[in-house]
């Protein structure tokens, strides 16, 4: 089993940033890939990027320029760094990790954006 944790929502102007930061626990040792997928009000949840163990990065066509993907392997956290933010940012932002033996969320953190 692997346990997610998210943090760094919160509530930003548009134009700001905000770091996300997602520490995982348990069995991370079979992780591989982890992510940052969102879900707005309303809408269905949605791939924001991803990254590999070893560094391979691939972002949603939407957020590519403007959002980060990054990871600490010895930390097993994956962090998101969220630049130029607007409000159709706006929504709950999940972790997700990816390992052999399944997939695993987060409770998601809540990324509120006014204009």
């Known amino acids: 089993q692997v346990q997610l944790v998210e943090s760094g929502g919160g509530l930003v102007q548009a134009g700001g940033s905000l770091r996300l930061s997602c520490a995982a626990s348990?069995?991370?040792?079979?992780?591989?890939?982890m992510g940052w997928y969102r879900q707005a009000p309303g809408k269905q949840r949605v791939l924001v990027a991803t990254?590999?163990?070893?560094?391979?990065?691939n972002y949603a066509d939407s957020m590519k320029g403007r959002f980060t993907i990054s990871r600490d392997n010895a930390k097993n956290t994956v962090y998101l760094q969220m630049n130029s933010l607007e409000p159709e940012d706006t929504a709950v932002y999940y972790c997700?990790?990816?390992?052999?033996?399944?997939?695993?969320w987060g409770k998601g953190t809540l990324v509120t954006v006014s204009s």
């Open positions: 348990g069995s991370t040792g079979n992780i591989n890939t």
């Open positions: 990254i590999t163990r070893g560094g391979i990065s």
């Open positions: 997700r990790a990816e390992s052999r033996f399944g997939g695993y």
